[in-house]
């Protein structure tokens, strides 16, 4: 069993459309959590950050963390066709202070249809 | 700002060849992973170095495989020989050596061995 389970899709939505996108995990170590965004061709690039449980909320993304369920969520409201891409969710450890070993989902692919 | 740089974007070679991935990090930036990212298994990490020095190759898949980082600003990740299995895309990252600092990744070198 892989430490960190994501829904592949493919996820394909209407613009204007709420999406959300999930991970489970196994690891109680892990406390970080992080959700990628990867363009074809592109390096993932790092949308929203946080490590209590909770929501929180950057423009039209919300993250939301259910650690007593080991479940994580991103929301996307209004979407829109420049959201296609594939996300990532990504998590880690409390760390003694160097920089943290991150574990990925294997994605899932979104694309938003005009 | 200059992002993580890298280079080739792109290599095609024969099996046996050996085969040179170069990273530059952002600027001020300790510490440097190197990812492999297949549609089988997803993104997973290879090694990383803080100030230079690596810190976990676990994720190496062979001794074929070797990274060094011989200053704050380049690092190169080298397979020789080469096998076809060895095709992927690698991604470079970088970020502080602080716990609570995000990972910024290049845009990867996208590496076909025949």
């Known amino acids: 069993q892989k430490e960190v389970e994501q829904d592949p899709g493919p996820l394909s939505v209407p613009e204007g459309a709420i999406v959300s996108l999930n991970c489970t995990y196994s690891?109680?170590?892990?406390?970080?959590f992080m959700w990628y965004r990867q363009y074809s061709r592109k390096g993932p690039e790092l949308l929203m950050y946080?490590?209590?449980?909770g929501n929180k909320e950057d423009g039209r993304f919300t993250a939301q963390v259910d650690k007593s369920s080991k479940y994580i969520s991103l929301f996307i409201r209004d979407s829109q066709p420049s959201d296609s891409a594939t996300y990532l969710c990504?998590?880690?450890?409390?760390?003694?202070?160097?920089?943290?070993?991150?574990?990925f989902g294997s994605g899932t692919q979104l694309t938003v249809l005009p | 700002d200059a992002g993580v740089i890298q280079s080739p974007r792109h290599e095609v070679t024969e099996m046996g060849q050996e085969v040179t991935l170069r990273c530059k990090p952002i600027?001020?930036?300790?510490?440097l992973f190197w990812y492999r990212q297949t549609m089988m298994r997803g993104l997973e990490l290879l090694i990383y170095?803080?100030?230079?020095?690596?810190?976990?190759d676990s994720g190496m898949p062979e001794d074929r495989f070797s990274a060094k980082m011989p200053n704050a600003s380049f690092s190169t990740l080298k397979i020789q020989p080469s096998e076809p299995r060895d095709s992927a895309v690698y991604f470079c990252?970088?970020?502080?050596?602080?716990?609570?600092?995000?990972?910024?990744f290049g845009d990867g070198t996208r590496l076909s061995i025949l």
């Open positions: 990252a970088s970020s502080t050596q602080y716990s609570n600092q995000p990972q910024h």
């Open positions: 690891n109680s170590a892990f406390q970080y």
């Open positions: 946080t490590y209590s449980s």
């Open positions: 990504a998590m880690s450890p409390i760390s003694s202070g160097s920089a943290r070993q991150l574990t």
């Open positions: 600027s001020g930036h300790n510490s």
């Open positions: 170095f803080n100030n230079n020095v690596p810190i976990d």
